[in-house]
């Protein structure tokens, strides 16, 4: 919790790309390529929960009039709701920071879930009139939907059931049962100083995915076992740790086609194919095309 004074500074107002996808649902995205905060301030009301995905950078939430904030930082989630009163958006998104919330009503939302009500802690019984919140980390395989509805880039008819199919998977993603049930009983995850670990390998393997480390020189790199560096990354981030690469990989190479500036060859260089016909085949693995028609589908 901060004080009012921490928050108030020079700030420029703005608003979401807002897309409904359905009744009760809705898409909020927000990029703020600018070099000073944006301000976004939304009415909504008790009806609706809030999940919240900071794709990049970072943004800080103001509740009553700045007496409560909460921050939220990149590769992390929030997730809001409090049926007894409206909770209405007033965000603060630093400068070079992407944010997407989708908002779902919760008669729509037991609609979704209502076979997993067991499962889906706040639509237990005890606590469906109680106020709700729970942070965490956005896995790969969510961030890559992230970053499909900020970088979107298709025909503008087709938008609203575009975004509808990637909320959904979203919403799937984040309540994926088996990588929660991991993470709850493994021990090894406990210990605050493991996690960091498993962390500094992700940043190891991003920072030189050129040229990665292999399994058991990462594992060295950061003072864990291999046993553990291949439990522990599957358990944080729901996938081993080349698949992760792999994934993060075609990510980058698909923005830095989307940019204009570098051919195929190139791109798969940036991205540690030594030959373009093993980038071509990579890419048409995770995207379903060869990277030469996707880029003639951005025109």
């Known amino acids: 919790m901060n004080q009012e004074s921490s928050y108030k500074k020079s700030v420029a107002k703005s608003t979401f790309d807002e897309t409904k996808v359905d009744d009760g649902v809705l898409v909020l995205v927000f990029k703020n390529d600018k070099s000073i905060t944006q301000s976004i301030e939304k009415d909504i009301d008790s009806d609706y ?28 989630s929030l997730l809001l709701y409090n049926p007894q009163r409206d909770l209405p ?14 908002l779902i009503s919760i008669k729509k939302f037991h609609g979704l879930f209502s076979q997993e009500a067991g499962y889906i802690t706040f639509l237990s019984e005890d606590n469906k009139d109680k106020k709700y919140y729970k942070d965490g980390i956005i896995s790969p395989s969510m961030a890559i939907v992230l970053n ?9 008819s087709i938008k609203s059931l575009y975004f509808k199919g990637k909320a959904y998977e979203l919403m799937s993603l984040y309540f994926n049962k088996s ?20 962390r500094k390998a992700k940043d190891i393997i991003i920072s030189r995915m050129a040229e990665p480390p292999s399994l058991q020189e990462l594992a060295d790199e950061i003072g864990l076992s291999l046993k553990k560096l ?12 080349f698949s992760f690469l792999f ?28 030959t373009s016909s093993h980038f071509i085949a990579a890419f048409k693995k995770k995207y379903g095309t060869t990277p030469k028609k996707y880029v003639m589908s951005l025109n």
């Open 89 to 102: 958006i007033n965000l603060q998104v630093e400068p070079n920071s992407w944010m997407v919330s989708i």
């Open 230 to 241: 291949k439990e522990g990354f599957k358990q944080i981030y729901g996938d081993s740790v």
């Open 148 to 156: 499909q509805l900020i970088n979107y880039n298709l025909n503008q």
């Open 179 to 198: 990588e929660d049930a991991n993470i709850e009983q493994c021990p090894f995850l406990v210990d605050e100083t493991n996690v960091i670990k498993i």
């Open 247 to 274: 994934d993060y990989k075609m990510e980058i190479a698909r923005k830095i086609l989307e940019a204009g500036h570098d051919n195929v060859n190139e791109v798969g260089l940036k991205v540690g194919y030594s």
């Open 49 to 76: 929960i809030q999940f919240h995905f900071c794709v990049k950078g970072s943004s800080l939430f103001v509740f009553n009039d700045g007496r409560y904030t909460l921050n939220i930082v990149e590769e992390n």
